[in-house]
């Protein structure tokens, strides 16, 4: 017989509202003018609710914006898995992951290097930091099952889908690239991951 969960008493139920409010304010915002030129207010306002109220949801900008990302990063993952395992060649296999996550990070081109920021520099005991490195290791996780098809060792392919990770990111991340767009990024990340890869 399965277990159902019981409903969610009012107060809980406020709580994530508020959330739900507090996340699509802030999405809007920072899609709209960029991270950088929102203030808390602008979200607080915007969400209907006071500055002391958004605080207790997330402590600063940089939380927000994760907060943001992270369900967007998440599903450019999902699809790119899901690419993926219909692709037998193990490169384009290992692309059709970085792909999403780059189209992702590249819809407003601030906001994914801030975001990206947060990642390696924020606070790694709030949750939702936490979360963004959970993604990173779920990405891990899924290039590594690809390149272990043609890796006899689990450690080797781990290895190898840390250092596609850590190009990606830095990749993405770097100023000298902030101009450029997500096809370029993505023939940047793929020249470099190419040299790992044994055709």
Request: with cysteine.
């Amino acid at each position: 017989m399965p277990v159902t969960s019981p409903p969610l008493g009012r107060r809980e139920r406020n709580k994530q509202e508020k959330l739900g409010r507090i996340t699509a304010a802030a999405a809007e915002l920072f899609a709209e003018h960029g991270v950088e030129d929102v203030t808390t207010q602008q979200i607080a306002d915007k969400a209907d609710i006071g500055t002391g109220t958004l605080f207790l949801y997330a402590k600063s900008k940089g939380e927000l914006l994760l907060l943001v990302q992270n369900a967007h990063y998440a599903e450019a993952l999902q699809r790119g898995r899901a690419d993926a395992a219909v692709i037998q060649n193990v490169l384009d296999a290992v692309m059709a992951i970085v792909r999403p996550i780059v189209e992702c990070n590249r819809t407003q081109i601030d906001n994914g290097r801030f975001y990206l920021r947060e990642m390696v520099f924020g606070d790694p005991t709030e949750p939702r930091h936490s979360e963004a490195l959970s993604i990173v290791a779920q990405t891990e996780e899924a290039i590594a099952a690809i390149l272990g098809r043609n890796t006899p060792a689990a450690a080797d392919a781990a290895t190898k889908a840390r250092i596609v990770s850590a190009i990606m990111f830095v990749t993405m991340a770097a100023s000298v690239n902030a101009g450029l767009d997500g096809d370029t990024i993505v023939q940047e990340i793929r020249t470099q991951i190419s040299l790992l890869i044994p055709r």
